[in-house]
């Protein structure tokens, strides 16, 4: 593919800040790839020793990824991202659910939208859904959780990390709640693979959704963990590929290429999050310094990489794009709504009003970021932010006191 000069030059200036949305791949990530492209291109269900060997490489691969997180190898299932991944789990558990007469699932309201979605598409099916809110900060009350079971409950399904404003949930506290009522619990983990530590059997996960491409792997191929003796419902019907929970040719080089990401990336996660959480908070620090901002979830108990504000009185969106006239790739939110002219629900459920909630904005750091990258951040956030607010006719009558300031 031809790449103008220009563009290159335009790309080397560019500093990225929206990891939350995709990662690049690493080179450990690339090179475990290549083979399975160029030379062992070969279709893993063939009989012939090439294709048995692309077979070998899938299976490998997913003894990485069950060592990874404490699950044994056929409790991994290869799935074409977290989204995917999403919709089978939380479907099985119903129709595992309904079959025993158990029509009742537990949830929040911050949910990606791959939950939410097929939940609701469950209640037109007949199924209760239990929404339970969120605290300000955006952490969900093991407390709620517990009040909210009924007799006839199948499954709580509760994100690991927000994929907007980085909170992290109690995962083990709510897995050992659904433990003693005898029910499935699941975990959309994309944001959390590869930055946190997990363990689904001590923290008794039933089961995991996982993106690769939120780990520095490729995009397209993720997978679903899913406890032995959980019956998976295929929600793709074709073929009797990863044991007929999945139908349609692996997708072996990608595969591969995920488990080599996410086994360097745990390899890597300590020495990570100590920069990262230092770059976190130094980031947090500088924007708190802006008039009338707020952040948005828990100071502490959030991604390293996580820090997302809304500021009175500006559009998220104009934000953004005069941050990236001066180099910076930032988001307001989740990549999957960003065509939504509506606010984050997620920052309406935290309890941020609809025209404080429009001026947010995502910064998602990466491993690669510079503390004079983050400083150049802080730099131009506030200079853009005052740039906007003197144009902007809603922060002209907060300042003449024709309006209240809510942050």
């Known amino acids: 593919m031809f790449v103008s000069q220009e563009y290159k030059e335009v790309w080397i200036l560019k500093i990225y800040a929206d990891n939350a949305a995709t990662t690049a791949m690493s080179k450990t990530a690339v090179e475990a790839m290549m083979p399975y492209i160029n030379d062992c291109y070969y279709n893993p269900s063939s009989l012939y020793s090439c294709g048995q060997a692309a077979r070998d490489a899938i299976e490998a691969a997913r003894e990485t990824i069950a060592r990874c997180i404490g699950a044994s190898e056929r409790e991994i299932v290869f799935t074409s991202g977290g989204s995917e991944a999403d919709n089978q789990a939380i479907i099985s558990a119903a129709n595992i659910g309904k079959k025993n007469g158990k029509m009742h699932i537990i949830s929040d309201n911050i949910e990606h939208h791959a939950v939410l979605h097929t939940l609701k598409k469950l209640e037109k099916e007949g199924f209760a859904v239990t929404y339970i809110p969120v605290k300000e900060n955006g952490i969900i009350s093991t407390n709620d959780i517990e009040n909210a079971f009924r007799s006839d409950t199948c499954l709580v399904t509760v994100m690991y990390a927000n994929n907007e404003i980085g909170t992290l949930q109690p995962i083990k506290e709510i897995g050992d709640i659904c433990k003693r009522h005898g029910v499935i619990f699941h975990t959309d983990a994309v944001q959390a693979v590869g930055r946190m ?33 959980i019956k998976l419902s295929s929600i793709i019907e074709g073929g009797a590929q990863e044991r007929g929970f999945r139908a349609g040719t692996e997708n072996v080089a990608g595969i591969v290429s995920m488990a080599a990401a996410l086994e360097e990336e745990i390899s890597l996660m300590d020495t990570n999050a100590k920069k990262l959480i230092k770059l976190r908070d130094r980031l947090i620090a500088g924007l708190s310094e802006i008039p009338h901002c707020a952040l948005n979830g828990d100071k502490q108990n959030r991604l390293p990489s996580n820090v997302n504000f809304c500021f009175e009185g500006i559009e998220g969106e104009s934000l953004l794009l005069l941050l990236d006239d001066k180099g910076i790739m930032a988001s307001s939110g989740s990549a999957c709504t960003s065509g939504s002219l509506d606010p984050s629900h997620v920052l309406l459920a935290i309890g941020r009003p609809h025209d404080v909630a429009h001026g ?48």
């Open 197 to 229: 530590p997990i363990d689904v059997k001590a923290q008794n996960i039933n089961m995991l959704s996982a993106s690769a491409h939120k780990f520095h792997g490729p995009k397209g191929v993720g997978f679903l963990y899913a406890q032995k003796g």
């Open 360 to 407: 947010s904005l995502r910064l998602s750091i990466g491993e690669d970021t510079t503390e004079e990258q983050v400083d150049y951040i802080i730099k131009s956030v506030k200079e853009t932010v005052e740039h906007l607010r003197r144009f902007s006719p809603v922060w002209r009558d907060l300042s003449a006191g024709k309006a209240e300031f809510i942050l």
